[in-house]
């Protein structure tokens, strides 16, 4: 069965730091990989995600998440830290016979300070 | 293009009555799905509809249904409320079957 891991329930930059978010994945198949984001009191917003194309993936926001199928992980990064990416944001993992089923890690807090 | 739209944004109800929910997809879209978020468990999947039929079921007891209109509107059903069913109620939509969805602002879910 496939899961997923987010290590670091809070994470913490400086407004202008990078952004590194880590996700780690298990599937016995190739899996397609996600992130989402969520504000306070808001729905998931799709920011990105992996369907077998291009390793690296650029997404909305500036972001970008890279697939490393011999780490099985799938990092999400950001250049330079803004205020407003303070957010939670969730990595899922769904097998491409699964459909809609979305598997979801527990998610990281950001917080950005000026 | 108007996005998801759930209703009621928030609800209160007490242990043992039931609660039925809707959700609205993004107009042309076929496919819904639903998902259940608590701070303890995350985000978990509950099922997924197309085109009138349940695709996929999540591990939930009977307690929670659900079914999709002929328009696509969908709404789930949880009957005999306990505590622990108190959660943000996700909804998402996409235009075909086993497609990652767009998902609406959720209904919030307060049993005492």
């Known amino acids: 069965a496939q899961s997923v891991t987010q290590l670091g329930s809070h994470v913490s930059v400086s407004e202008g730091a990078l952004v590194l978010l880590r996700c780690n994945y298990s599937s016995s198949v190739p899996p397609y990989l996600f992130w989402y984001v969520q504000y306070p009191n808001q729905g998931l917003q799709l920011l990105l995600k992996?369907?077998?194309?291009?390793?690296l993936v650029k997404g909305i926001n500036g972001f970008e998440a890279e697939f490393k199928k011999s780490e099985t992980s799938f990092h999400l990064t950001k250049p330079s830290a803004h205020m407003s990416d303070a957010a939670e944001y969730f990595c899922?993992?769904?097998?491409?016979?699964?459909?809609?089923?979305?598997?979801f890690g527990q998610g990281t807090e950001l917080s950005v300070k000026p | 293009k108007a996005g998801v739209t759930q209703t009621p944004r928030y609800l209160i109800k007490t242990r043992g009555q039931q609660v039925t929910l809707s959700c609205s997809p993004i107009?042309?879209?076929?496919?819904v799905s639903w998902y259940q978020q608590t701070p303890g468990q995350g985000l978990q999947f509950l099922f997924e509809y197309f085109s009138e039929t349940q695709r996929n079921k999540g591990n939930f007891p009977g307690r929670f249904s659900g079914r999709q209109f002929s328009n696509s509107r969908s709404e789930m059903n949880v009957s005999t409320l306990e505590l622990g069913d108190s959660a943000l109620y996700l909804c998402?939509?996409?235009?075909?079957?086993?497609?990652?969805?767009?998902f609406g602002p959720g209904t919030r879910l307060t049993v005492l």
């Open positions: 992996y369907t077998s194309a291009a390793t």
């Open positions: 998402a939509s996409s235009p075909q079957e086993g497609l990652v969805g767009y």
């Open positions: 107009s042309g879209h076929r496919s």
């Open positions: 899922a993992v769904s097998l491409y016979n699964q459909g809609g089923k979305l598997i």
